[in-house]
C-alpha cells in the first residue's frame, strides 16, 4: 500500500502495525514531518519498530521508478496544494503518476475535506469547483478513465465515520463544523484498455 501525501506518516504506521504481513510506503515531497516517525519505524518491535513501513520523500510528479506497478493500494488522504488541486481537477499528468506505481486492479483511494467558506482563497487559486457528486460524475469520471482509473465509487463521508481514516488531519478536522469529506475510489484500468483511449 502506497500512501501518497503521508504527512506525518499516522495512517502508514497505524495501518502497519495492524496488518503486519503487509508492506506500506509512506510519500511525501516535504521530509519534515517524516522524520520523527522515521526514526521510531527502525527500532525493534519489541519498542515499537514497523519492519514493513518505508518512508520516501518525493513529489507525485516524480515518483521513483522503483514504485512502478507494485501498489495494491493507493491512498491519498487530504491533499493540500497542489496535490489537492491535481486530484480535485483531474489532471492526467499526475493521475497518470499514481496509475503507473498501480498493479493491474489496484484500487486508489481519494479523500478531500475542505471547508467551502474557510478555505475559498485556496481553492480559487487552485481554480477548484465544488466537489459535488454530479461534478465528479460529469468532469472528473472522463478525467480519471483517461488516465487510467475507472471510478467505481464516490460519495460524502458522514462525520461518525473520519476516525476510521486514522491521520491526523481527520482527528483534528473531526471537531469543525462545516467542513465536508468527500472520498473517491478508482479501480486501475487494464494498460490495454487505456492505450485504447489515447
Known sequence: MIDIGTGDGLFVSECARQNPRKFYIGIDANARPLEKISEKIHRKPAKGGLPNVLFLQAAVEDLPSELDSVADEVHVHFPWGSLLGAVA???????RNLRRICSRDALLEIVIGFDPARDVAELSRLQIPSL???????????RYEKSGFAIIE????????????QTSWARRLGVRVGRSLTYIIGRALDEKIIRSQA
Open 89 to 95: 481537477n483531474g489532471n492526467e499528468a499526475v493521475l
Open 154 to 165: 464516490r460519495g460524502v463521508l458522514p462525520q461518525s465515520e473520519w476516525t476510521r481514516l
Open 132 to 142: 459535488s457528486l454530479d461534478y465528479i460524475d460529469s468532469c472528473l469520471a472522463p
